[in-house]
C-alpha cells in the first residue's frame, strides 16, 4: 500500500537523532514548557523571520488562542472559508467567534479576495485565510482590505510551514499565524503540537499568559487563560525536524514536478502554481468530474489517494443551518465533489511515484465512466 502521508517513514529516516533527543528530554525530568519549548519557540519563530512563537497543543488551539490574544469578544464575526480542515472553524466558534464564509478560488484553493469586502459587517473583527494544501493564499489583497475596515489577519499555517509568498514566509504577513505539528503536516511532531506566531509584543505577551491560565505569575492569573501547552518531547523532536524543513519541501516539490509533468496530458486538473509564491505541497491535489470512480481505482491498486475535504464544513452535521456563507459557495461545493489528493511525503521513493502515475494513466485511458 502506498500512503497518501507517512509520518513513520519520516521518524525512520532520522531515527537516531529523534531517539536522542527523546532521551535527553526523558532524563531532563522537564517534559512541559520546559527549555526545548523555548529553545523551539525561538529556532521555528527565526526560521520564519518572525519575533514571537509560543507553543501550544495543537494547531486548534494555536487559532483559539490567537483569537483569544487578539481579544475577540462573543459573537464578533470572522470570516474564512468553508473548505478547510474543520479545526479552523472549531477554533472560532472556540473562541467565541461567529464564522462567516466566503467563497474560494478555484486555482489557489484559497479565499477569493473578490468576494471578501462584501463579507464585512460592522461586526467583522478578523480575517483567517487559510494556505490551504501549501500553497499560499492571496495576503496582499487581504490585508489591504483588512486595514481598510481596522481588521486583524490571523493567518492559518497549518499546511504551510515553509511556504514563501512574495519571497516570505507565510506566517510572518498577519498580525499572528498558526502552526499545526500534527505527525503528517510538512512538521510533524510525534502527537499534537502547535506554534502561534506574531511580530507583535503585546499579541505575544497576551497568548503566552493566556496559554497557561493567564499566568504571569506561577499560580497568580493576570487574565482569564486556560491550558494548551506545548510538551517538551515534541518539542525536541521538532527541532531535530526543523533543522532540515526546507530540504523536505524541496523533496515534495520535486515530487510534485514529477506528478506535473507525467499527468499533463490527462483529463485532471493539476495544481495551478500561483505567481509570487512557493507551494510547499503538504498535498498534490488534483480535481476529476470522475473523482470517486478515481480514488477506488487507485485503491484497488495500492493507492492510498484520500479527499481533502470531502464534505465543506458549511455541509457538516455540526454546522449546517447556522454558519452563514456571505454569498453563494459555488466554488466551495464543486471542489468538495472533485478533489484527490495523491500521495505525497518527502520519503516517497521513485518507483513508488511512478505507480502512481501508472495507475492515474491507466485509469485516464480507459473506460471507467
Ligand atoms: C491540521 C489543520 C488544523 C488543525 O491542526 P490540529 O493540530 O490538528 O489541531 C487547522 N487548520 C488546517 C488548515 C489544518 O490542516
Redesign the pocket.
Known amino acids: 500500500m502506498i500512503l497518501c502521508s507517512n509520518p513513520l517513514a519520516q521518524y525512520l529516516s532520522r531515527k537516531a537523532q529523534i531517539d536522542e533527543a527523546i532521551r535527553r528530554v526523558l532524563d531532563s525530568g522537564r517534559y512541559v514548557l520546559g527549555p526545548e519549548v523555548q529553545a523551539f519557540e525561538e529556532e521555528f519563530a527565526c526560521y520564519l523571520g518572525i519575533s514571537f512563537g509560543i507553543g501550544v497543543g495543537?494547531?486548534?488551539e494555536a487559532?483559539h488562542l490567537a483569537l483569544a490574544a487578539c481579544d475577540l469578544k462573543t459573537g464578533d464575526e470572522v470570516i474564512t472559508v468553508s473548505h478547510?480542515?474543520v479545526?479552523?472553524v472549531a477554533a472560532i466558534e472556540l473562541a467565541g467567534g461567529r464564522p462567516v464564509f466566503v467563497d474560494i478560488d478555484p486555482v489557489s484553493y484559497g479565499i477569493d479576495a473578490s468576494q471578501l469586502e462584501k463579507a464585512i459587517t460592522s461586526k467583522t473583527r478578523v480575517i483567517v485565510p487559510?494556505h490551504?494544501y501549501g500553497q499560499p493564499t492571496d495576503l496582499d489583497v487581504i490585508i489591504n482590505i483588512a486595514k481598510r475596515y481596522h481588521l486583524r489577519v490571523i493567518e492559518?499555517c497549518?499546511?504551510a510551514h515553509g511556504a514563501l509568498y512574495r519571497g516570505r514566509k507565510v506566517g510572518s504577513w498577519g498580525d499572528m499565524a498558526c502552526f499545526?505539528f500534527?505527525p503528517t503536516?510538512n512538521l510533524g511532531a510525534l502527537g499534537?503540537g502547535?506554534m502561534v506566531v506574531t511580530n507583535d509584543p503585546e499579541l505575544a505577551t497576551r497568548a503566552r499568559l493566556l496559554r497557561e491560565y493567564g499566568w504571569a505569575e506561577r499560580n497568580i492569573s493576570s487574565l482569564p487563560g486556560w491550558n494548551t501547552r506545548l510538551d517538551e518531547m515534541q518539542a525536541a523532536v521538532l527541532r531535530v525536524k526543523l533543522r532540515d524543513l526546507d530540504e523536505q519541501n524541496a523533496k515534495r516539490r520535486r515530487l510534485a514536478q514529477f506528478y506535473t509533468g507525467a499527468l499533463q496530458a490527462t483529463d485532471l486538473v493539476l495544481p495551478g502554481a500561483m505567481e509570487g509564491t512557493a507551494h510547499v505541497y503538504h498535498l498534490y491535489v488534483v480535481r476529476s468530474r470522475k473523482r470517486d470512480k478515481l480514488m477506488n481505482f487507485l485503491r484497488d491498486r495500492g493507492i492510498g489517494a484520500l479527499i481533502h475535504y470531502p464534505v465543506p464544513v458549511h455541509r457538516q452535521p455540526a454546522y449546517q443551518g447556522r454558519i452563514d456563507g456571505a454569498g453563494r459557495l459555488d466554488e466551495t461545493e464543486r471542489a468538495a465533489g472533485e478533489v484527490l489528493s495523491l500521495p505525497m511525503y518527502p520519503e516517497l521513493a521513485e518507483p513508488e511515484a511512478q505507480q502512481v502515475v501508472a495507475a492515474v494513466l491507466a485509469f485516464d485511458g480507459g473506460q471507467y465512466d
Open positions: 495543537s494547531g486548534t487559532i478547510t480542515a479545526a479552523t487559510v490551504l492559518d497549518a499546511q499545526s500534527y503536516k499534537d502547535g
